[in-house]
Structures are given as structure tokens and as C-alpha cells.
């Protein structure tokens, strides 16, 4: 076997540019550090000044989405709606009021802290403008009858009398009778038999007066007169209670960390003391956002510590030194400042998504500077010089790590092709990161190497790990590894999917339920919880934007009769339904009337004992002769009321008959009094309603709010789902959180989605120019822009919408036909090349289907994460593959590294496991899995097969016992021990 580099393919424009670089880095060693330095100072320093920080969920959506377009309107007419909710549970519903009544006053009374603050709503003062809930037509009936009490409300208290009033009504009743006109008739047969059976009752106990008036205005017609009185924002038990409040002043940075959270948790504290009776906390999306911020930090800084130990312990066992690694580290920090410079200049802030970047560079980044160590300690023990053997590494591996680094980032760029705002931000800052951690292996490495290096001895250079008994088994059983890994993968792998009502489909579901990524025993979550079980509704809910308090009013009536909607929310709701302009002259027109109520008369009329019986006598004659059941009834009620009064003395009649008359006067007399203390012409409008209330639900420009709230928890896809689908039904414009949940749940999926295409297209094409020469990497890149032109043309002519992923497919796919042509090594290395990353997704689907681990919001990142290592390890592997002539055998250094790199990243994304929160532990599980898949694949799999394939390269010079006399050297020794050492040496 022969190791010696195509020179052709070493001697290209990259290897050129970065062997002229090195030999400059090597040449001013002092002028490299103090430059690097330098940068990495200035980028700190404008990190420090200029960088910010973006904590809202919000700001990982693209403002220029649509469904995020109506958010915004949203908030731009009513303002934020986060508010922090206040929960107080206790067994006695007068306990829970009091308790509210104080906590809520005390958020008042903190105004730099809290706004629109809300526990109760009381629009009792409302209660003297009551008239004008009323329908027109009641109001005109109301206006109606009052103006037959005209005489008695100008102060004429005698017509108001009992003799007075059984006169009247016999004779309405031959009237109406007379006339034809039966509601009337029925209306006053009606009266008679309300007087006869309150006189009656009278007369069985005086005490018992009840009014025989007709009600100026019925109780029935004052259908919103439960919405008047005050009511605390209580579960139908009374025993749960929340308030509800605005925090002012937000978290700054990711600590979670708010003024205002802590001013709450301060009230709380002194609110147990106070009411020990009753159980407080606090929940919504604020503190919900705070407490998981809160948890990331604690558990991203613990996972931080423990992974650069980790990393630290890994590659001081793997170099056998303590130089090396902490010339790694040293890079590392200079890559990582060099980075955050360019965060600060290119993008400006990090959100809660971007912020994880650093430990996408701790487990990356520091893999370029693992290639390089590898290979250039494997050289140096092999007696190579110290310039010697950094110019071969850069020649063997620095092209390799230049390609991956290449692919890799451009693998997170493509994500600035995603619509989904979070996802594009993170892929610049990845990509941008990586390829700066590649420039400071290249640059920083090699001239810490040359200060720290120049003096040491090749027997003072550490023996690093070189898989002897790994290499060993592949050379020896390429055949049986690669059937053995194969059936391996995908025997795990097919494990993924299943045979579903005719179609293929994935056992490995997508969970949409936010709360599963919180950590276990938040307060905020478990409140969440208990809300829920104890209301059956949700504090989520959509949002629908009305003109008018009418149409607030219409779109209340459609949203209820949905489904999955249990409550709808508005002001409108306590306003009139009809406008002033329809029933305010008619208020005015009662009030008017009532105003000049006068007064009882201190000395009520004389009763003449002969007419009042000659009254009651013409009432009874006039019923009795009347055919209507109820005239029937009256009459002998009042037959009876006679016979009883026939019984008594004078004297007992006239105090029977006074006692009767002054309740009759004053009963009338209140029912005027009353209405008169609701009759106020006032028109009602949004500002005599609280701020609090009045700003919720009515913009500063006249919109109305409709608040809709769920019937089932809608944190899972299905009932999410179907909410958002039914809520559309009514209003398409709709918005609100779960709207926003839902539309940013599905933006983000189908970003990751898109831009693992862009990623695979990106690392492909990267590989493919890799391989090529010059001339037919031209061709190879130029001729497919035809082929898609074409395509392009005919389908814009033929109105078929075009995706930008197919048309990058159809370029990916000319262009490996036409790079096939001129050399199919390359294309055959390329696909070769991507199956770490592909064969190990595939294992990771297949173990996660095994165990039962669901894909979320949190893991989802995973796919260009997996991609990126896989095809940094399988870059490095087809690279020693390509350096070598004959028979292929997977170098020491190659396996040094690959198993650093794999294993360091285990240990930085392994260590998010111990964190309490949910999301960063599937994150860290699945890319856990990744890595080892990716390693399995990189270190088992290809190097068996590409042991396997190069048996049909040997050299024809090359004779059987040559041959093995060189696989036997290559079990025990470094294969780049088979170089010629250099005469600098």
C-alpha cells in the first residue's frame, strides 16, 4: 500500500491559498497572536457595547408573516396582552374575595411596576342609566304607561285611591270590551284579578301587603341586568380566584430576571402572612417564560461547566498531555470572540434560539483544531520537523477541514432561507461561528504551536490513541464489518416507520405541547394544571378585532356556537344593545316624566265607607258578568273579599280599607321612585368602565376585542388544531396566542424542514468540488443553470407554481450527472462521504421509535446539527481514503481524531441531560444519539466499506507478499509513518 498525496489534487487553489497562509502564520508566529489577539479583543469590546438581547418568543417570528402581520396589529391597537396571573385557592369564597381585594390593591398601588390591574369588574355605577338596556318598544310601552299615570305623577295621589281604582278598571273594562279590543281587555281583567288577590291577601294578614301594580317596566325586560353587578374573576366553585396584571418593566437578558416578577413575588410573600387561609401563586406567560428562562440558564451554564471539563479531560486523555489540549481551548476562546464579534455586526442581538450557539462551538469548533493536533502529533513522533509537520498536515488535513468547515457552515446558512426568524438568525450565527473557529485553527493553532512547540523533542511528543485493535479487524474483515454494520442500521433504522392504511408513515411522532418542555415542578406549570381542572377552560385564547360594539356583539353569538369554544369574553357585552340614537329620546322622554315625582301627601284620602263599596260592588258586577275564566275567578275572589268584609264592624272596615290604601299608594309610589333612580338620559360609553377593563377589550381608535377562550386544553396538536380551525370559521383575521402557537409550530417545522434540503444541497455540492479539478468543477457548476433556466420558463409559461427546492434539486441533480461524466470517483466519494450523516439520522429515528422519544420544538434543531458532524467525520475519512494509493487502511490520526471530535461532542451535548428542563434534555438525548450514530458509522462502517472498495485499486505492481508484508507494518504502525521523513527532520 502506498500513502503518498495526489499531488494534483493537493496542489489546487485551496490547498495553495492555505499552505501560503500557513507558511505566513509559521514565518511571524508573534505577529499572528498579537494580530488574533488583538481582533478578539476589539470583538469583545464591541460585543459589550453594541450587542442586545431579545427575549420575547415573538422575536423568532419573520414580522412580514402574515398570521404574524395580524399579531402585531393586535398588539399595536390594544398593547401587550402577557399578564401575569395572580391565583388564589382557598376553601371559602369569602376568603378568596378578601384576599383578592388586597393583593389586587396592592398591585395598584405599584404602578412603575404592574398596569391594568383586574379582579373585579364592577359596573354598578351603571345602575342609574339602567332604561337604557331596554328594546325601543319597551321603552315606548313604558312611556306608554306612565302617561296614563299622568295625572297621579302630577301629584293627584286621590286617583291613585282604592275606590278610585276599582272604578277605573270596571269601566276600562267595558270600554275595552266594547271596543273590541281584546289585549287590553285582557290587560285589564288582568289588573283586577292582581287587586282582588292582593286584597284578599290582605285581608288574611296585614302584614303581607303585596303590590297589585302593574309594573311600569317588566324585570324580564332587562336581559343584561346581571351584568351590572359586580362580579370577581372566580371559577364557578368560588374557590379558586385570580387577578390579573400587566408587568411593566420585562426581562432584560436570558436569566429570567424581571423587576417586576420580583416586586410580585415580594406581595405574595407578605399576602401568605396576612391570609394564611388561602394558597397564592402565580402563572400566565410571563412568569411561565421567566421560570423556564430562569431553569435554561441554571441548567445551560451547569451543562456549560461540565461539558468543557469534560471536553477538557477528554483530550488531555486523548493527546496524553496537558500541551495540546489547552493550546485547543486557547483557539477555541479566540474563535468564540471572533464570533460574537461577528453576532454584534451582522445580526445585533441573540434570542432565546440563537443564544445556543455556544454550545453548537463547543461541540464543533473545537473539532477542526482535534484534526489538526492529530495529524500533526502523529507526524512529529514520526521525527518530522516542527515546520515539516505542520505544512503536511495542513496539505493532508487541512483541505479535508476546510471542506467540512465549508459544508458544515453553509449547512446552518441555508437556514436564512427559512421563513421562520429564529431558525435564519441561528443558521448566520452558526455558520458565521464555524467558519471563524475553521479560520482560527488555521491561523491561531499553528502559531501557538510554533511559540510552544520550537524547543520540544520528537521523544518529548505524546503518544495519542490510534485504534490499533479497531484498524486491525476492518483490514483483516471489510466484508463482514460492512454486511454486519449495514444490517445493524438498518435493522434499527427500519424500526422508524410502518405500513399504515396503505401508506408508509413514521412511528416517531412530533409532540406540540409546549409544557412537556418544561422542567418538572414549576409552580407556573402545575398552577396551569390545576387551573384547568378547576375551571375547565384555559388562559389561553384567540382574539377577534370588531368596528363596532355591534359586530363585537355578532361575532360573540358565532364564536359560541362552536364546539370548542366554552366562554367569549367582550365589553360590548355590557354595553346597551341598542345606540342612544334609538333610545334616548325615549330615556329622556321617562325621565322627564319622573323628574317632577312629588311627594306622598301626609294625610291620604278619606275613605267614604258607602262609595268604596259602591267601587268594589261595580268591579265584582262588571267581572261577573264577563265569560273569561280569569273574570270568573276574580269575581268570586272578590265575591268572597266582600262576604268577609260584610262580617267586620265599621270601625275594623275602615282600618282594613286605610291599612290596604296606604300600601297601595306607596307600593306605586316606590315603582316610581325606582324608576326614576335608573332613568338617567346619560349615554353609556367604553369610558365609564375602569382602565383596566376599558383598555383590554377597546382600542384608542374605536376597535372592539372579542376574547375567546377554549373548551379543552389546547397545548396538543389536535385540539389545537381544531380551535384554531373552528375559530377561523367564524373570523379568518383572527390572532391571539394559540393562533400564534399553532402557526409558529408549523413555520418552524416546515424551516428545519427546508432548510435540511438547503443543507443537503449546500454540503453536496461542497463535497462535489472537492473531488473535482478545476475545469470540470466549472462545467459541473455552470451547465445545470441551463437545464433549470428551462425549466423555469416552461412552468412559468404553464402557470405551475415553482418551488425554490426543486429547482436546487434539479441543480444538484445536473450537476452530479454532469460531474458523473468527467469523473465518477468524485460523485461515488461524495454520496460515500454523506453516509455518516444519513445512515446515522436514520439509526437516530430508529432508536428514538425503539424508546419512545418524540420530536418537539426543543430536538427539532437536531437534523442540520447531525448533518454538520456527519459530514465533517465523513469528509475526514474520504480524505484519508483519497491520500492513500492501493489498499485502503483507516489512519491512526484519522481515528485519534474522529473519536475526539465524536466524543467531545458527546460530552458537550451530553451534559445538557442532567439540566431540569424537558427540552434541553431531548435536545441533549437526540443529539447524544446523533453523535454516537455518526461515530458508529464514521469509524465501523465506512472505513470497512472503503477498505472494502479500494481491494479493486492495488497496485498492479504490487505482489502478493508485498502486499502483506505492508497490511501487517499498517496494523502496529501510524500510516504516515510510511511517508519519507523530511530532511528537515
Given at each position: ?354 443564544v445556543s450557539f455556544a454550545a453548537i462551538l463547543i461541540g464543533l469548533g473545537v473539532d477542526y483544531s482535534i484534526h489538526y493536533l492529530t495529524h500533526y502529533v502523529e507526524l512529529r513522533r514520526a521525527g518530522h520537523s516542527l515546520e515539516d ?597
Amino acid at each position: 500500500m502506498d500513502r503518498t498525496t495526489d499531488t494534483a489534487k493537493d496542489e489546487g487553489p485551496l490547498t495553495g491559498l492555505i499552505l501560503w497562509l500557513t507558511r505566513a502564520v509559521i514565518s511571524r508566529p508573534g505577529v499572528t497572536l498579537t494580530f488574533s489577539i488583538a481582533l478578539a479583543v476589539i470583538s469583545l469590546g464591541i460585543t459589550v457595547r453594541f450587542l442586545t438581547f431579545k427575549t420575547d418568543r415573538s422575536d423568532l417570528i419573520d414580522s412580514n408573516a402574515e398570521f404574524h402581520q395580524r399579531w402585531l396589529r393586535f398588539e399595536e391597537l390594544f398593547g401587550d396582552d402577557s399578564d401575569v396571573v395572580v391565583v388564589v385557592e382557598g376553601d371559602a369564597e369569602a376568603d378568596v374575595k378578601q384576599a383578592m381585594d388586597r393583593i389586587g390593591k396592592r398591585l395598584e398601588a405599584e404602578p412603575d411596576y404592574f398596569s391594568r390591574v383586574l379582579y373585579k369588574v364592577d359596573p354598578s355605577s351603571l345602575q342609574t342609566r339602567a332604561l337604557q338596556y331596554l328594546t325601543p318598544a319597551d321603552l315606548e310601552k313604558a312611556n306608554a304607561r306612565l302617561e296614563m299615570y299622568g295625572p297621579i305623577l302630577a301629584g293627584h295621589w286621590s286617583r291613585a285611591g282604592l275606590e278610585s281604582y276599582c272604578r277605573r278598571l270596571a269601566n276600562y273594562i267595558k270600554d275595552t270590551s266594547d271596543r273590541g279590543a281584546g289585549p287590553e281587555l285582557a290587560g285589564a281583567i288582568s289588573q283586577s284579578e292582581a287587586l282582588i288577590s292582593s286584597l284578599a291577601g290582605f285581608l288574611q294578614n296585614p302584614q303581607n301587603f303585596t303590590s297589585p301594580w302593574p309594573e311600569v317596566v317588566s324585570q324580564s325586560a332587562f336581559p343584561q341586568a346581571g351584568n351590572l353587578e359586580p362580579r370577581y374573576q372566580l371559577t364557578p366553585s368560588g374557590k379558586m380566584g385570580f387577578v390579573l396584571a400587566l408587568p411593566r418593566v420585562g426581562a432584560d437578558n436570558f436569566s429570567g430576571n424581571s423587576k417586576s416578577l420580583k416586586k410580585l413575588d415580594q406581595i405574595l410573600a407578605e399576602s401568605r402572612l396576612e391570609f394564611p387561609r388561602v394558597r397564592l401563586g402565580a402563572t400566565g406567560i410571563p412568569v411561565l417564560e421567566a421560570e423556564e428562562m430562569a431553569r435554561s440558564q441554571y441548567d445551560m451554564t451547569a451543562s456549560s461547566l461540565i461539558s468543557t471539563i469534560g471536553v477538557a479531560l477528554i483530550m488531555l486523555a486523548g493527546f496524553r498531555g496537558f500541551r495540546h489540549p489547552i493550546i485547543s481551548m486557547l483557539m477555541l476562546a479566540v474563535g468564540f470572540a471572533w464570533t460574537m464579534g461577528f453576532i454584534t455586526l451582522s445580526v445585533g442581538h441573540l434570542n432565546i434560539l440563537s443564544v445556543s450557539f455556544a454550545a453548537i462551538l463547543i461541540g464543533l469548533g473545537v473539532d477542526y483544531s482535534i484534526h489538526y493536533l492529530t495529524h500533526y502529533v502523529e507526524l512529529r513522533r514520526a521525527g518530522h520537523s516542527l515546520e515539516d509537520s505542520l505544512i503536511t498536515t495542513v496539505k493532508e488535513v487541512g483541505t479535508g477541514s476546510v471542506t467540512a468547515a465549508i459544508s458544515t457552515s453553509l449547512s446552518f446558512f441555508s437556514a436564512t432561507f427559512t421563513n421562520f426568524l429564529g431558525v435564519s438568525e441561528l443558521g448566520i450565527i452558526a455558520g458565521g461561528g464555524i467558519l471563524l473557529c475553521a479560520l482560527a485553527t488555521l491561523t491561531v493553532l499553528p502559531a501557538m504551536i510554533v511559540v510552544s512547540d520550537k524547543n520540544l523533542k520528537t521523544k518529548q511528543v505524546p503518544s495519542p490513541f490510534e485504534g490499533v485493535l479497531l484498524r486491525k479487524v476492518i483490514n483483516r474483515c471489510p466484508r463482514l464489518v460492512t454486511c454486519l454494520a449495514l444490517l445493524l442500521v438498518f435493522g434499527v433504522g427500519l424500526q422508524a416507520f410502518e405500513w399504515k392504511d396503505g401508506w408508509i408513515t413514521s412511528k416517531v411522532k412530533y409532540d406540540y405541547n409546549l409544557l412537556n418542555l418544561q422542567a418538572q415542578g414549576l409552580e407556573a406549570v402545575d398552577l396551569q394544571e390545576r387551573i384547568f381542572d378547576e375551571s375547565n377552560g384555559s388562559l389561553l385564547f384567540a382574539v377577534s378585532i370588531a368596528d363596532s360594539p355591534e359586530n363585537a356583539r355578532l361575532l360573540k353569538e358565532k364564536f359560541l356556537e362552536l364546539p370548542t369554544v366554552s366562554r367569549v369574553e367582550d365589553l360590548a357585552s355590557y354595553l346597551p344593545a341598542y345606540p342612544a340614537s334609538e333610545t334616548g329620546l325615549l330615556v329622556q322622554a321617562i325621565h322627564a316624566r319622573l323628574s317632577g315625582l312629588s311627594e306622598l301627601p301626609r294625610e291620604y284620602p278619606q275613605l267614604n265607607p258607602l262609595t268604596l263599596g259602591q267601587g268594589l260592588e261595580s268591579l265584582y258586577q262588571t267581572l261577573k258578568t264577563r265569560t273569561e275564566p280569569a273574570a270568573q275567578t276574580a269575581a268570586a275572589t272578590l265575591n268572597s273579599v266582600l262576604n268577609m268584609i260584610e262580617q267586620l264592624s265599621l270601625e275594623q272596615q275602615m282600618q282594613v280599607f286605610g291599612g290596604y290604601q296606604q300600601g297601595l299608594l306607596m307600593s306605586l309610589h316606590r315603582q316610581f321612585q325606582m324608576l326614576a333612580s335608573i332613568s338617567d338620559p346619560r349615554p353609556i360609553s367604553p369610558q365609564d368602565f375602569p382602565e383596566a377593563l376599558r383598555s383590554r377589550f377597546v382600542s384608542r381608535t374605536g376597535e372592539w376585542l372579542v376574547r375567546v377562550y377554549p373548551s379543552s386544553q389546547i397545548w396538543d396538536e389536535v385540539p389545537l388544531r381544531n380551535f384554531v380551525e373552528d375559530v377561523r370559521k367564524v373570523d379568518p383575521e383572527a390572532t391571539g396566542t394559540p393562533l400564534q402557537n399553532f402557526e409558529a409550530a408549523g413555520q418552524m417545522q416546515e424551516s428545519y424542514m427546508v432548510a435540511s434540503l438547503y443543507a443537503l444541497a449546500a454540503i453536496l455540492l461542497v463535497l462535489l468540488m472537492d473531488g473535482l479539478q478545476l475545469g470540470p468543477m466549472l462545467v459541473s457548476l455552470i451547465s445545470p443553470l441551463i437545464a433549470v433556466g428551462l425549466w423555469f420558463m416552461l412552468a412559468r409559461n404553464s402557470g405551475v407554481e415553482l418551488k425554490p427546492v426543486w429547482l436546487l434539486g434539479l441543480y444538484v441533480a445536473v450537476s452530479f450527472t454532469v460531474a458523473g461524466i468527467f469523473d465518477l470517483s468524485s460523485v461515488r466519494n461524495t454520496f460515500v462521504a454523506m453516509l455518516p450523516p444519513a445512515l446515522g439520522l436514520l439509526l437516530v429515528f430508529g432508536i428514538m421509535a425503539i424508546a419512545g422519544i418524540e420530536l418537539n420544538p426543543a430536538n427539532l434543531i437536531v437534523l442540520p446539527l447531525i448533518m454538520g458532524i456527519g459530514v465533517d467525520e465523513g469528509v475526514l475519512v474520504i480524505h484519508d481514503y483519497r491520500s492513500q494509493k492501493g489498499r485502503y487502511s483507516v489512519g491512526a490520526s484519522t481515528i485519534n481524531s474522529v473519536t475526539l471530535t465524536s466524543v467531545t461532542s458527546i460530552i458537550g451535548f451530553g451534559s445538557m441531560m442532567i439540566a431540569s428542563h424537558r427540552g434541553l434534555v431531548s435536545l441533549s438525548v437526540v443529539l447524544t444519539l446523533g453523535v454516537v450514530t455518526c461515530l458508529f458509522i464514521s469509524l465501523v462502517m465506512l472505513p470497512a466499506m472503503l477498505t472494502w472498495l479500494s481491494l479493486s485499486r492495488r497496485s498492479k505492481e504490487e505482489t502478493p507478499s508485498d502486499q502483506q508484508d505492508q497490511d501487517e507494518e499498517a496494523l502496529v504502525v501510524p500510516m504516515i509513518a510510511t511517508h519519507p521523513i523530511s530532511s528537515a527532520a
